[in-house]
């Protein structure tokens, strides 16, 4: 079964700095990988996935994500933070069969910006 | 731009009660799920569904669970007698043949 692990519960930046958020997953074929935010009492946004391709993704709102076969990570980076950044930030990974597909979830990386 | 839409955004309901969350999938889409997450938890995966039937369901979705889709448009999530553990914000999906999960924006339940 495939399990994913953010190592980071909390993170906090300054503004303007640069973000790298953390993300392993166990999977034994290529996954799909996701990466969603979530700001306070709202639903999951998709900023950006991976499915096959170019290992250096571009998402929204400046995100990029870069999957590396090697350390099984899909870590997220934005070089400059926005204090409207501050959420919440899940990676999945998707396992898609013909009959049916489920994301595992991380448990999240909780992203505090100081002014 | 389509999207998932969920109905109610929040509900009250006593212990024991039943409870039917309604969601609206984006209409081209043929895989619908249901995922909750618990205050302060994780998203946790709860069913899929395709082809009108139940394609996985993970080991929280129990008897006290059931999931339909009566029409052409809706997929529900009935809890028979909820339980106090039950509250949680839960999230409908939908995807097509392949691509990412769209998400509502949820529906918090709370159970007293």
């Known amino acids: 079964a495939q399990s994913v692990t953010q190592p980071d519960i909390h993170i906090t930046v300054s503004e303007g700095a640069s973000l790298e958020l953390r993300c392993n997953y166990s999977y034994g074929a290529t996954p799909y990988l996701f990466w969603y935010v979530q700001s306070p009492g709202q639903g999951l946004q998709l900023l950006l996935k991976?499915?096959?391709?170019?290992?250096l993704v571009q998402g929204i709102k400046g995100f990029e994500a870069e999957f590396k076969r090697s350390q099984s990570s899909f870590n997220l980076r934005k070089p400059s933070v926005h204090w409207s950044d501050a959420a919440e930030y899940f990676c999945?990974?998707?396992?898609?069969?013909?009959?049916?597909?489920?994301?595992?979830f991380g448990e999240g990386t909780q992203l505090t910006v100081n002014p | 731009e389509p999207e998932v839409t969920q109905t109610p955004s929040h509900q009250v309901t006593q212990m024991g009660q039943e409870v039917i969350l309604r969601c609206v999938p984006i209409?081209?889409?043929?895989?619908f799920y249901w995922y909750r997450q618990i205050l302060g938890q994780k998203v946790e995966f709860l069913v899929s569904?395709?082809?009108?039937?139940?394609?996985?369901k993970s080991e929280i979705f129990d008897d006290q669970f059931s999931v339909e889709r009566p029409d052409g448009s809706n997929f529900t999530l009935k809890i028979r007698s909820t339980k106090l553990e039950d509250s949680a914000m839960y999230f409908c999906a939908s995807r097509r043949d392949t691509g990412e999960l769209f998400f509502g924006e949820g529906s918090r339940l709370t159970v007293l």
């Open positions: 999945a990974v998707g396992v898609w069969e013909t009959s049916g597909s489920r994301l595992t």
């Open positions: 991976y499915f096959s391709g170019d290992t």
């Open positions: 569904f395709y082809n009108n039937e139940i394609s996985e």
């Open positions: 209409s081209n889409h043929l895989y």
